[in-house]
């Protein structure tokens, strides 16, 4: 990955004094003091479920339409919230925040922590728990939109809030956009977007000039088996050993075909099978998660899963008419910030907020996003998506030296600091959108 802004600069700029920070920075730390931490108290206290926001939706619908100038539209994509602030002529920024939880038992032990359960879009209740911080992207789009529009003097054009359904399930985006997001809307130039990250120090932010986030496409691969005492395994076609082959097989294509200094992941994360200790099932199921960094590595990846899979079956004489069967069900492309406007925007953060605040760019997992949609080719929209630093550097530093780990994403343990986390991603959206924005000279 190529650093946010190039060494040179970042050494002129660490060199420099220390900056005041913008105006609006206090402002909206005042703001999490009076009302915006318990807002992110409540949400984190009741979560809900992707596709299933209704109550976390009608809580943003009402807090945008509580800010003078912005007209707010719900059931948007299903339970997604748009709010336009429209200030004169001049280009449209989108500013999107995910708005859904997960389905885990939360064991953080805050004294806000998730007790919820709720219905899964599947029928199946489940306990709920906001373990990607998700809570603190929609805290953090009303303390923006609340700026913006005080500050409507600074800027000029169109800003399109949007609090997005099912990013977990990487199916909201798409869902507000076949609903006509960018036709009923004010369609960007430009989309931005931030994310909190328990593995970076609270405080500083980082964006990529290029990829942010992998790819990815959940798998299902049904095999089918015929069914058999167990004692007598010749007698069927034992589809648990034919997925344990799979699993086994499936990581050759990272291991053995994939040159070793390019990134990919093939997890599986569900297998399936069987009733009984003696009984030779009729189906096995195995679930997967598939990571690549671009669209070509993608397509390599799902075309091997299909040849593994038909092979091991084909190696166990399984007759054509009962071969397993392969299904993409979940997809987003790669995350890739339109690397100009990423050059552009990392150089007025740190002008804005101070060098010391805009850190260099490492990927450090193959996360994904179906922030992907809004800025595909096709859309012509460029996109901005930045980190944001949730943990304190001390338990950091702490956890490097062989302390206690900083819990991860989608872990029930998972916990940030929400007011540094909120006030810096606020901050650092508003100061994007007022460089973007800028009042054309006089």
């Known amino acids: ?190 989309a931005l977007a931030w994310h909190v990250d328990s593995s970076r120090a609270a405080g500083t932010i980082a964006a990529a000039e290029g990829t942010q986030y992998s790819s990815a496409d959940a798998v299902d691969i049904i095999i089918p088996g015929i069914g058999a005492h167990g004692a007598a395994p010749h007698m069927g076609k034992d589809p648990v050993y034919m997925g344990s082959q799979i699993v086994i097989a499936l990581q050759g294509l990272i291991s053995r075909e994939r040159p070793p200094l390019e990134p990919g992941v093939i997890t599986v994360g569900s297998f399936h099978a069987g009733s009984k200790h003696n009984i030779i099932s009729e189906e096995a199921k195995l679930e997967v998660t598939v990571r690549a960094n671009t669209q070509a590595e993608r397509d390599e990846l799902i075309e091997g899963i299909r040849r593994v899979v038909r092979s091991v079956a084909e190696l166990n004489g399984m007759p054509q008419d009962r071969m397993p069967t392969v299904n993409v069900v979940e997809t987003t492309p790669v995350t890739a910030n339109d690397p ?57 530093d702490a956890a490097e030296n062989g302390g206690l780990a900083v819990s991860s994403h989608h872990s029930p343990t998972f916990k940030i600091l929400p007011e540094p986390a909120i006030v810096t991603g606020a901050t650092a959206m508003t100061a994007a959108v007022l460089d973007l924005l800028k009042p054309a000279a006089s």
Request: glycine content about 10%; hydrophobic content about 45%.
């Open 340 to 396: 100009a406007l990423a050059h552009r925007l990392n150089a007025a953060l740190a002008d804005a907020l101070g060098a010391g605040v805009v850190t260099p760019y490492e990927q450090k997992a193959m996360g994904a996003e179906d922030f992907a949609y809004f800025v595909t080719p096709e859309t012509g929209v460029k996109g901005y998506y930045f980190s944001v630093g949730g943990t304190a550097q001390e338990a950091l």
């Open 1 to 190: 990955m190529r650093p946010i802004v190039p060494a040179v600069l970042l050494a002129l700029l660490a060199a420099q004094p220390a900056l005041a920070e913008p105006d609006y920075a206090a402002a909206i730390r005042a703001d999490y003091a009076r009302d915006l931490g318990a807002m992110w108290e409540d949400f984190h206290r009741n979560p809900e479920l992707s596709f299933r926001e209704t109550r976390t939706a009608g809580k943003m619908a009402a807090a945008l339409r509580a800010i003078p100038g912005i007209v707010v539209t719900e059931h948007v994509g299903g339970t997604g919230v748009v709010g336009v602030l429209a200030n004169g002529a001049g280009p449209t920024v989108l500013v999107r925040a995910d708005m859904d939880g997960l389905p885990i038992e939360e064991h953080s032990g805050l004294p806000m922590a998730s007790t919820a359960h709720q219905e899964d879009i599947d029928g199946i209740e489940k306990p709920v728990m906001h373990a990607c911080g998700h809570d603190t992207h929609i805290t953090g789009l009303i303390a923006t939109a609340r700026q913006l529009a005080a500050m409507k003097d600074r800027w000029q054009g169109t800003v399109v809030f949007i609090a997005q359904p099912a990013e977990e399930r990487i199916g909201g985006a798409l869902a507000m956009l076949k609903d006509g997001l960018y036709e009923r809307f004010p369609k960007p130039d430009y």
